[in-house]
């Protein structure tokens, strides 16, 4: 496998259910990152990681949360969602926070109802 | 007021044209400028970055920077079917080490 993948590509879940998303970089970089998008809204940042820590949470909700136990792994796990949560959650690696080698993630489409 | 405002578009020019994608920022302090080109269900890829006034080439991609007016712009020279897609614009700013995007510009380039 090469660049960024992200597994599952679609989930369906309920509001009550607990999940997880997965993402895996075949890069050798040091750094990932979740955004979601949303239909009709900006990209938004909501973690970053470098070298397995956490450098940045951009006021997420305690829903979301995320793990890092490798700089090739990285999940995000789910439990009691919204349905304004349902969005396509991206995952996306770079070399040491350069925002100018970030790659993306194919995204993992998710709808709570 | 957004970080990151652009037009959403759809802006539509035929093929060999020069399509012209602008951006604007609100943060004075941002020193990173990126776009990213975005085709339908796909992720978002990045093409071209810039971090000094003026302007950057690559290929058949301009992007421009003025800071004193916190504007910056992409140009796609020769405009292909193939460059059909949504332009992101996106800015890093030190304030608080934010990464920002715009919500995207639609772009069809019309054989």
């Known amino acids: 496998e090469t660049g960024v993948t992200q597994t599952p590509r679609h989930l369906v879940m309920g509001m009550t259910n607990k999940k997880s998303l997965k993402c895996e970089q075949h890069?050798?970089?040091?750094?990932m990152y979740w955004y979601k998008q949303s239909a009709k809204k900006p990209l938004e940042l909501m973690f970053v990681?470098?070298?397995?820590?956490?450098?940045e949470n951009n006021s997420v909700p305690s829903r979301f949360s995320p793990e890092c136990p490798n700089s090739s792994h990285l999940f995000l796990h789910l439990h009691t969602l919204q349905p304004e949560d349902s969005a396509l959650y991206l995952c996306?690696?770079?070399?040491?926070?350069?925002?100018?080698?970030?790659?993306f993630g194919p995204g993992t489409r998710l709808t709570v109802l | 007021q957004k970080e990151v405002e652009q037009n959403s578009g759809p802006l539509s020019v035929p093929e060999g044209a020069i399509a012209s994608l602008n951006c604007t920022y609100s943060d004075r302090g941002s020193q990173s400028f990126f776009w990213y080109r975005q085709y339908s269900g796909k992720s978002p890829e990045l093409i071209m970055f810039?971090?000094?006034?003026g302007d950057k080439e690559d290929g058949r991609f301009t992007a421009q920077l003025n800071k004193a007016s916190q504007y910056v712009s992409l140009l796609i020279r020769d405009s292909q079917p193939s460059d059909s897609a949504t332009y992101l614009c996106a800015v890093f700013t030190n304030t608080g080490n934010q990464f920002y995007f715009g919500t995207g510009t639609s772009l069809t380039v019309i054989p």
């Open positions: 990681y470098s070298l397995e820590e956490r450098v």
């Open positions: 996306a690696s770079s070399q040491e926070l350069a925002w100018d080698t970030q790659y």
């Open positions: 810039i971090y000094s006034n």
């Open positions: 890069l050798g970089h040091n750094a």
